[in-house]
């Protein structure tokens, strides 16, 4: 395959809310190009992009998918990536290296809640962006609906219509071109348009939208602004460069018309991205994890960065990288910044989904692909021996719901979680965590999808089963009043005995309160406990009664309660603890003795002292249509939660509501019911607040039948 130059390489993302028609027109543009012979279609299952067994059994694309065309003389890589924000981080991945995104809008819908998510992303890394309204061959489809709606969401006075559609709906078939002032007008089967002259009744509309086009080119360059001002007008060179430099620059966001499902107008978008779109020569430069900068340089030093890790049955790690500056041949030897360890890239590939073509070299802004790298993962920078670069990671979402494993058998367990390992380097959005607070094994992901997929790869790939269950909740627990409490230790069984005796005061702790009533406080010390929250522990023996070397024992038998607390067994804190009075033995009282009774001590002080539990409360803020917001609203309500506020924000509405994390499981899937996928969320934890008496006494109680069990 030919080696292609900085400057003739674009690439393309393909982005858009799920059902906006991305498999189908990375389909078009691979017919168009002469890379296949025949559109795959959904129902066929069989397109390039959407190959795996789980994607062709959902009809949605999961995975982001490397592909590529040759067309003219440049090469266009295309990633075509999933619509369902539980994959982000797919989309953030392929916006990580793409150069231009496509991103599609459905004309019956408009903007999706989908489409303001990943333009979020777009924004975040500085990715120029085209619109393309697609599907305007559907019987609802609005075209000016779409425009304006693209417009009032990303921006009037950079959004620009290139072309719109003569005759949208069932008789669709054709596009007038500003740029180009010229009419396409397609045969029924789609395919190879026919160039019009645009009829007299559009001319004037078209003529407007051409000189908006004109305007904007000029406006990032003074020069051309000037001889747009002289001449009225531009040459097609001036004009290719203008848009060209105001597209990188997110100055401006052309619009297109397109029908996936009939191929029609993908050939002149792909004559647009041609001839118009930044080469990653013409972007800015790439950004350094020290603040440096790293342009596009095919005669620098090498530098890739893998943005996806696949691990496939007989061939071990795939990873999919960009070359960032300089080349890579088959052969060479690379070392990974993150570990210093050397890579030898012993093939190179270019992808068509899940066909790969060997190819010698590829150049600064080339994607492509490699196996068996030993030691390197989605996230890290290879470099030529002797430089030392790396590329700012790609920024993934937190996760936003969490469930537990059903803990298998021990043998599954450990093959279980050596699959969850190798799942998790190649999708960073997954958290794996084995908590040792909650004694379970957590799953952490973007959604109850992310989570299904996670979980159909290990029963089918990996042959084991694994099932989900709610995943216990990080409650605290604290007094809210003053109790005292004493504790006689005493073992006599022959041979050297035990004895301590500890009085202790314990009471809520909070921020520069007074030294505790009729005590002279001889030591104190506040910690800040692992968990949260803080112990207040004072030493206010007089005359001796104890010990000040036994003062740590004591203190360490106080925390071990702390860390299994009286009521259920989670962490205990802001409490204050003050150690007035107790008795030692000159020859039976020893540190472990000082242990166990201030231990006994704490909890039946913990009892008497208005015990409390706590629970993680989270703050959710909602994106949603007005039509649905009553009944999330509704949900919400059953869910214990505070509304905090309602707003709106662009097209939707926002809601923000403070909700006890023991009420959001599964609250993505519901979310999900309720909108018709049309609603979006983020959580964030905000603080503990008391759990309601009868759900405490609740609590207890299954805790107190759990130990009793156990």
Known sequence: MKVYDTRDIR?????????????????????????????????????????????????????????????????????????????????ASALKVADTGLMLINARSGVEVGTELIWEYGEQMETPMVFVVNQLDNEKADYENSLEQIKDRFGAGKVIPFQYPLNQGESFNAIIDALRMTMYVFP??????????IPESEKERAQEMHNAIVEAAAENDEALMEKFFEDGSLTEEELTSGLRIAIAHRELFPVFCASAQKNMGSGRIMGFINDICPSPADMPPAKLEDGGELPADPNDSTTLFIFKTVSEPRVGNVSYFKVYSGKIKSGDELVNANNQTTERFGQI?????????????????????????????????????????????????????????????????????????????????????????????????????????IKY??????????????PRIAYRETITKMANESYRHKKQTGGAGQFAEVHMRIEPYYENMPDPDGLTVRDKEIDDLPWGGKLAYYWCIVGGSIDKNFSNAIKKGIMQKMEEGPLTGSYCQDIRVSIYDGKMHPVDSNDMAFMLASTHAFKEAFKKAGPQLLEPIYELEILCDSEVMGDIMGDLQTRRAIIQGMDTEGHYQKITALVPQA????????????????????????????VPHDIQQKLIQAYQEETAEA
Request: glycine share 8%.
């Open 11 to 91: 690439n393309v993302a393909l982005l858009g809310h799920s059902g906006s028609g991305k498999t189908l027109f990375a389909e078009c543009m691979l017919f168009e190009a002469g890379e296949i012979t025949r559109r795959g279609s959904i129902e066929e299952k069989n397109t390039s992009s959407d190959y795996t067994n789980i994607e062709q059994e959902r009809g949605n694309s999961l995975f982001a998918t490397l592909m590529h065309a040759s067309w003219k003389d440049s090469k266009i890589n295309i990633i075509d990536t999933p619509g369902f924000d539980d994959f982000i981080g797919e989309v």
């Open 349 to 453: 590939f270019v992808s068509n989904g899940k066909n790969r073509q060997a190819v010698d070299e590829l150049r600064a802004g080339d994607l492509g692909v490699t196996v068996k790298l030993k030691n390197s993962h989605t996230n890290q920078t290879l470099n030529s021996k002797g430089v030392n670069r790396k590329i700012t990671p790609i920024p993934f979402p937190d996760p936003r719901i969490r469930v537990a494993i059903e803990p298998p058998s021990k043998n599954d367990m450990e093959k279980l979680m050596r699959a969850l390992h190798t799942i998790q380097e190649e999708d960073p959005t997954l958290i794996v965590e084995q908590s040792t607070t909650l004694k379970q094994t957590l799953l952490h992901g973007q959604g109850q999808l992310h989570l299904d997929l």
């Open 457 to 470: 790869r290990i029963e089918k790939v990996n042959g084991i089963a694994m099932n989900f269950i709610k």
């Open 663 to 690: 009420e959001l499981y599964q609250y993505s899937s519901s979310l999900r019911s309720l909108s018709q996928g049309k609603a979006k969320f983020h959580q964030k934890f905000a603080k503990y607040e008391s």
């Open 188 to 197: 029924p089967e789609g395919g190879k348009p026919e160039k019009q002259a």
